[in-house]
Each structure stands twice: as C-alpha cells, then as structure tokens.
C-alpha cells in the first residue's frame, strides 16, 4: 500500500472511528455512562472480537495492518495531551487536605489487589499462556499486581467534577487517595518494565531520573513555568508564543521521560501538575481539551480494541481464568477501599461511594496493559482478558456511586 493509498484508508478509518464512538456514546447516555466508556466498548466493537468476527474481510480492509502503526502513533499523541490536561486540572492541596484518609485508602486500594495480583500470576503463568518466555515470575508477579491496583484517576477526576462534589469531603478525599493510589502502581510498573531489559542500571535510572524529574519540576521547574509564562503573557505581541511554547515542553517532557524508561505519560502529567493556574490553565484547557478528547483520545481506544481478541478466551477454562481475575479486582480493589474508607472513619455512604469510583479502572489501566503488552511481557491473551476487566469495572462505576450517592449529600471538605 503507498503512502497516498494509506492516507486515503486513513481518513476513512478515522471517519468510521469518530461516528461509531459518538453513536455508542448516544447508546450508553441513557444508563448513566460517560463518553470515555462508550469509546472503551467501541474500541472493543471495532476490533477483532467483534467486527473482525462478523465481517473479517471487511475489517480487514477498513483497518489494513500497514495502518496499525501509524493508529498507534497518533495514540500515543492524544494520550499525551491528555494527561498532560489532566495534571492541569490536579490540584496538590487535595493530597494535604485529606492527606490521613487518603493514604489509608490508597494503601488498602494497593497492597490488597496488588497481593492477590501477584498471588495469581504466581499460581497461573507456568499453566497458561499468559506471559511472554522469558518474563520471571516476580515481574509477572509485579505486572499483575499493578494492573490490579490501578485507578481510573482521569474517569474519577471527571465524575467528581460533573456530579459537583469538587472541594467535598468526598471529592477531595477520593481525588487524594486515586492519585496516591496510581503514583505508587505506575512506579510499580516502572520497576518491571526497567527490569525486564536485565539491565539494574536502566531500572536504577528509570526511579531515581523519575523521582527527580518530579521532584525539580515541582519545585525549580514550577517557578521557572511561572516566569516563563508571565514572561509571554506580559505583552499581546507574545501571547501567540503561549500555545507553542506550552507544546514544545511538552513534548520534551515526554521525550524525556519515555528516554529515562519510564513513559511519556509521567512526564506530561507531572509537567502539566507543576503549570502555573488561573487564566493560563484554562486558556491551554480550551486550546488543547477539544481536539484531543474528541478526535486524538479515541483512537487510543481503538488501538487498544483491535489488540483484543475475545476468541483467545473462549475455552472454559480461559473463561474461568477471566472471572477469577475480575473478581479477584473487583474484591482487591472496591471492597478494600470502601472498608478502608469506613476505618478511617468515613460515613457507610461516604465509604460504598469511594469503593465504586477506586474500583473503576478505565483509561489508566488500558495504558498500563498497552505498554505491558507493546515491550512484550504479556500476551494477547492476557490483554483480553485485562482488557475485559477493565471495562467492566469501569461500567460499574457511574450506577453503582449514583445508587449509594444523592445529589446534596456532600460535606465541605
């Protein structure tokens, strides 16, 4: 296939790609779902489990392997702008308001899914072709436990602020503990993926160069932003330079982390939580927000989609292995947390609404088992089947908080 030949398939499939998401959005509006789910179930639909099952041929024309990449590629570009969006819209105060709480529920959200991740992958990788050869059991072991302890943090964020619960007891306390919860996973995942090149001085750079890109960009970095800014923003002349200036860093900022071998992602939240706020914020929000989750966001979820194969799962067994891991995540993880928040001293209301959003997995774990799966540590099989958990916990998330929580419930935190 040309390049021209390519372009052309291109547009089609973006085209299929951005209607079949809106119409599943429309489908699942009416049972409380946000659009981020409709584009995980469209992701799934449009990919060999389903359209690949019904029109093989035809799917395989609409989505040529030659275009795989270059879907991956501009992916990875929205899930960069995405993150780097929601760092803008992280708030650190939440972490100190909360901070008690927000540990003891974060720390409930990672020990318990993690252990029983670990426990699993332990029992389950020499009996099923769920790993790559090769891969040793402890970082089978810290693979399935951080995949198990993610949150949907970008989903939790969105729920919180939709529902009005920003600045509540509740909205503040379930923003803390996701934020803690996923930072601790994602350093998880950077142990395993640094180890699985058998080099100790790659994973050495991968914490420590982490560590302290974050900690220089909240600290000499966030003033040097702050300048920056103010600088371009001081005169009409340079306010053009706002918008290229915030995109040049973050692609350097992406590059850099991907370089240091952790992921893009890290250093586009990190870079966008250490921004200046205020008119600046929500000047980039406007900017970059609508194209992104719009047009760029869903094709990571069709990346995704067409990496998953139901019929990899189809055998009883296989099936039995699913379920096992979906309520092994959804006891490790809702269960644990909502019993955690009770603990902490949290109302039985307060506490069954923190379950639901924690267990929620969504966006944040599909990175996870993409790059899991991309650096070959796991198979295709076992990427269904996370991918399967992934969606159903994200799908329980909105009916069962809106069953437990009511409008007017909140405290002020």
């Known amino acids: 296939m040309s390049n021209f030949e390519l372009s052309i398939a291109l547009f089609l499939q973006f085209a299929i790609i951005l209607a079949a998401c809106r119409l599943v959005g429309f489908l699942v509006r009416p049972l409380g779902q946000p659009q981020v789910v409709a584009e995980m179930i469209t992701g799934v639909l449009l990919g060999p489990s389903l359209f690949g099952l019904v029109a093989p041929g035809l799917q395989a024309q609409l989505f040529p392997s030659e275009s ?77 436990g951080s995949a198990m302890s993610i949150t949907a943090f970008p989903m939790l964020a969105r729920i919180i602020s939709e529902r009005g619960l920003s600045g509540t007891a509740l909205g503040t306390l379930a923003l803390a503990a996701g934020a803690l919860d996923d930072a601790a996973a994602w350093c998880l995942l950077a142990v395993v993926l640094a180890s699985f090149t058998g080099k100790m001085s790659i994973a050495l750079l991968a914490l420590f160069g982490g560590a302290s890109y974050g900690l220089f960009m909240f600290t000499v970095g966030r003033k040097l932003l702050a ?28 590059w850099f982390t991907d370089r240091l071998g952790i992921y893009a992602v890290f250093g586009a939240f990190i870079l966008g939580a250490a921004m200046p706020r205020g008119l600046l914020q929500k000047r980039l929000e406007s900017q970059i927000g609508p194209l992104t989750t719009v047009y760029l966001l869903p094709m990571f979820f069709i990346n995704s989609g067409l990496s998953t194969k139901f019929s990899l799962i189809a055998s009883p067994v296989m099936l039995g292995i699913a379920a096992l891991l979906l309520v092994a995540a959804i006891a490790g993880k809702g269960i644990a947390c909502g019993l955690a928040a009770r603990f902490a001293g949290e109302s039985s209301k307060d506490a069954l609404a923190i379950g639901a959003l924690m267990n929620s997995r969504g966006l944040m774990e599909l990175i996870l088992l993409n790059i899991g799966y991309e650096r070959g540590m796991i198979t295709q099989t076992l990427f269904t089947i996370l991918v399967i958990m992934a ?23």
């Open 227 to 254: 300048k920056l800014f103010a600088w371009l923003l001081a005169l009409p002349s340079r306010e053009p330079l706002v918008l290229p200036a915030a995109l040049t860093l973050l692609m350097l900022a992406a």
């Open 391 to 413: 969606v159903v916990t994200t799908i329980m998330a909105v009916p069962l908080f809106n069953r437990v929580y009511r409008p007017g419930d909140a405290a002020p935190a």
């Open 68 to 144: 795989l990449p270059i879907i991956y590629s501009i992916a990875q570009m929205g899930l960069v702008l995405y993150m780097f969006l929601i760092g803008l819209e992280f708030d650190l105060e939440l972490i100190r308001k909360r901070l008690k709480s927000a540990v003891f529920v974060s720390w409930a959200g990672i020990v318990t899914p993690f252990t029983l991740g670990a426990l699993l992958a332990w029992g389950l990788m020499d009996r099923f072709p769920l790993f790559a050869p090769g891969v040793k059991v402890w970082e089978a072991a810290l693979f399935l």
